[in-house]
């Protein structure tokens, strides 16, 4: 992948999404007419809240005292020798309770839930940690919790529907489909189609019908801010380049918004290369994805010559998904934003090598972040600076790739 100067986007990025939820050709809503009405309240509630002190005050409270607020950012020195070239920052989200960024979101959303009068949460969850984020501020709040999960991603990740009933929630298995994310987010769907009036979906990711795409945005921008400060502070200047791995998106556009317009910074998404680009075999939206419509959102999707949704596949599940947020497609289109990817055996790979030179063990997920920060790393200047965003630690991925080293542990 080649490094180009990205160009600011014409646009100012606080003025998307626009009225009808749409950033640039990409987004909108297309839902059933049953909850056309449950969007548009959402947006309003969500429109009000944001502006009530009284609501930004107390989510910034539980987003310090629940989920460990705010946090570090950290000087890779061993990572940085290693590759002899720009100094790397990460941005430990890492470090947050339940172990990834998800926490972010689950806290704005459910203080919207409470704020709407609606007892009843549900959400969907591929390898779990969204759906670990919500049932921990559930049983925080004390709100009834349903998580939608496929079935085989309820087997591969049993640990983590362990911890969702450990903490109250309900874990329904989806028997539909490939028994994947996907599957979970339709039946999900279903379900607040018929039990809107006291229910409220915490959607995981900066995707689906807006105010989705904007809000879950809004909810993650808090790491971006604290980064920008930090750096300033650390450097006394803002980064060369930041790097996050890009699922839905939710990660990235959080780390991402608050420099969008600094030309100076430029801004990579690392999508999901699985075992390479070949149909069926990866999870990259922008190698081979077309535009489409999935799950409320228009954007680009994996899909077959028909327009059927095709088999994805990554060795992390939380980057294993057909569509892409669609910022990310304004932004990829506007050039603001370069996409690469990273294929599974670079992640095994740099997972370990994170493991033994920082004694930080990343997220798969993350892992993506961290294989392109390396090989650009190489390629820039000692005086240049790399920010990585680090999503999510690797404890729920430590059975996997064991299995996938040959490793057997008892
Ligand atoms: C869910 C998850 C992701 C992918 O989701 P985005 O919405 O793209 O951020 C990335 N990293 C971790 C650790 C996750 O749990």
């Known amino acids: 992948m080649v490094s180009?100067?990205?160009?600011?986007?014409?646009?100012?990025?606080?003025?998307?999404?626009?009225?009808?939820?749409?950033?640039?050709?990409?987004?909108?809503?297309?839902?059933?007419?049953?909850?056309?009405?449950?969007?548009?309240?959402?947006?309003?509630?969500?429109?009000?809240?944001?502006?009530?002190?009284?609501?930004?005050?107390?989510?910034?409270?539980?987003?310090?005292?629940?989920?460990?607020?705010?946090?570090?950012?950290?000087?890779?020195?061993?990572?940085?020798?290693?590759?002899g070239g720009a100094k790397i920052y990460f941005k430990r989200e890492d470090l947050l309770h339940t172990g990834a960024h998800k926490i972010n979101n689950a806290i704005g959303q459910v203080l919207l839930a409470r704020r709407m009068g609606k007892p009843r949460v549900i959400a969907e969850t591929g390898a779990g940690q969204h759906g670990v984020a919500t049932a921990a501020v559930c049983a925080k709040f004390g709100l009834q919790c349903r998580v939608y999960m496929g079935a085989v991603d309820m087997e591969r990740q049993a640990l983590n529907v362990f911890r969702m009933r450990l903490m109250g929630a309900e874990v329904v298995g989806v028997e539909a489909g490939q028994k994947t994310l996907k599957d979970a987010v339709n039946e999900a769907m279903r379900d607040w189609v018929t039990n809107v009036r006291n229910t409220h979906y915490i959607l995981g990711s900066a995707l689906g019908a807006h105010p989705y795409p904007m809000m879950v945005r809004d909810f993650h921008r808090v790491i971006g801010k604290e980064a920008r400060a930090q750096m300033l502070e650390r450097e006394g200047r803002l980064p060369d380049e930041i790097i996050a791995c890009v699922g839905g998106g939710s990660n990235a556009m959080g780390v991402f918004f608050d420099f969008i317009k600094d030309e100076s910074v430029r801004l990579v998404g690392v999508e999901a290369g699985?075992?390479?680009?070949?149909?069926?075999?990866?999870?990259?939206?922008?190698?081979?994805?077309?535009?489409?419509?999935?799950?409320?959102?228009?954007?680009?999707?994996?899909?077959?010559?028909?327009?059927?949704?095709?088999?994805?596949?990554?060795?992390?599940?939380?980057?294993?998904?057909?569509?892409?947020?669609?910022?990310?497609?304004?932004?990829?289109?506007?050039?603001?934003?370069?996409?690469?990817?990273?294929?599974?055996?670079?992640?095994?790979?740099?997972?370990?090598?994170?493991?033994?030179?920082?004694?930080?063990?990343?997220a798969l997920e993350s892992t993506h972040a961290l294989v392109e920060g390396v090989k650009r790393a190489k390629e820039m200047g000692k005086d240049e600076i790399l920010l990585i965003n680090v999503s999510g630690r690797g404890d729920k991925d430590v059975n996997q790739v064991a299995k996938l080293l040959g490793v057997t542990l008892r």
């Open 4 to 83: 180009t100067a990205s160009p600011a986007a014409s646009v100012s990025p606080e003025s998307l999404p626009d009225a009808y939820g749409r950033f640039g050709a990409f987004g909108g809503a297309y839902v059933p007419e049953t909850l056309v009405t449950a969007l548009q309240d959402l947006a309003q509630v969500y429109d009000t809240a944001r502006h009530d002190p009284a609501y930004v005050e107390e989510l910034n409270r539980h987003l310090k005292e629940f989920a460990g607020r705010p946090t570090e950012l950290y000087f890779a020195e061993r990572l940085t020798a290693h590759c």
């Open 274 to 362: 699985g075992h390479g680009i070949r149909q069926g075999e990866h999870a990259a939206r922008f190698e081979g994805g077309k535009l489409g419509v999935l799950q409320g959102c228009k954007t680009y999707i994996l899909q077959n010559a028909d327009g059927q949704i095709e088999l994805t596949h990554s060795v992390s599940a939380g980057l294993d998904y057909a569509a892409i947020g669609p910022e990310h497609a304004y932004y990829r289109d506007t050039g603001r934003v370069r996409y690469a990817y990273a294929c599974d055996d670079e992640v095994m790979e740099i997972f370990q090598l994170c493991s033994r030179l920082e004694g930080i063990i990343p």
